[in-house]
């Protein structure tokens, strides 16, 4: 079974359009992590979100961590070509333990 | 920030021998690396867990005689493929963390078993 559900797995928008990135699971992460990956290229991390209840934003991206810390969610306002790529959250179980990483969403946003 | 430098980018070799893969962390120590596998529009899969003078930990069903690691230091940790076949294809990714800033992850190594 898959630890972290990611959904969307595949999204094309036009250029301008919101969207949001689901990251859920019914396991409690200490801290959960959001990472862009560009093809041929390693995973570049977005944010780390650590308490429940907590949004960080990024420019047009905004995260929230799930009350519970089960659950995130990323929101990226008035999408750009430069923000295609590969999504993929990630979430750690404890101090120095392994990162588990959602199956990713692959966003396309076309001019 | 931290920096995780992975070498090569690319290779390509004959089907029946071995590559070898680098990780290194540039500017920080690391007592842990971890080696992720990553197929076509996939995400990433942990093959094992590197551990600076110690036996790696695997995951299930990774084969610890096929994918051979070593960290003989604290910036080095290297990945073999041994006798490389077709299957073998794909795209590792090694990663490290520093403190508790997070995870670094190095840019990938292409990896063309023909």
């Known amino acids: 079974t898959q630890l972290l559900e990611q959904s969307p797995q595949f999204l094309s928008i036009q250029e301008g359009e919101n969207l949001t990135v689901y990251c859920n699971s019914s396991s409690v992460f200490s801290s959960l992590q959001w990472y862009r990956q560009e093809p041929g290229e390693g995973p570049v991390l977005l944010v780390t979100v650590v308490t429940g209840g907590e949004v960080k934003k990024l420019k047009r991206l905004t995260f929230q961590f799930g009350d519970a810390r089960k659950d995130s969610s990323l929101h990226i306002t008035a999408a750009q070509p430069g923000d295609t790529g590969l999504y993929l959250c990630a979430g750690e179980r404890g101090g120095y333990s392994t990162l588990t990483f959602g199956k990713g969403t692959m966003l396309l946003v076309s001019p | 920030g931290a920096v995780v430098s992975q070498h090569p980018s690319r290779v390509i070799c004959k089907s029946g021998t071995s590559v070898k893969i680098e990780c290194r962390s540039l500017d920080f120590q690391a007592t842990t690396m971890f080696w992720y596998r990553q197929f076509p529009k996939k995400s990433l899969m942990l093959m094992a867990t590197?551990?600076?003078?110690?036996?790696?930990?695997?995951e299930q069903g990774v084969e610890k005689d096929k994918f051979l690691i070593n960290h003989a230091s604290l910036t080095l940790s290297t990945l073999t493929v041994t006798s490389a076949h077709p299957e073998d294809s794909s795209f590792y990714i090694c990663?490290?963390?520093?403190?508790?800033?997070?995870?670094?992850f190095g840019s990938g190594t292409r990896l063309t078993v023909v």
């Open positions: 590197s551990n600076e003078g110690s036996k790696a930990t695997y």
């Open positions: 990663s490290a963390r520093e403190g508790r800033n997070g995870y670094t």
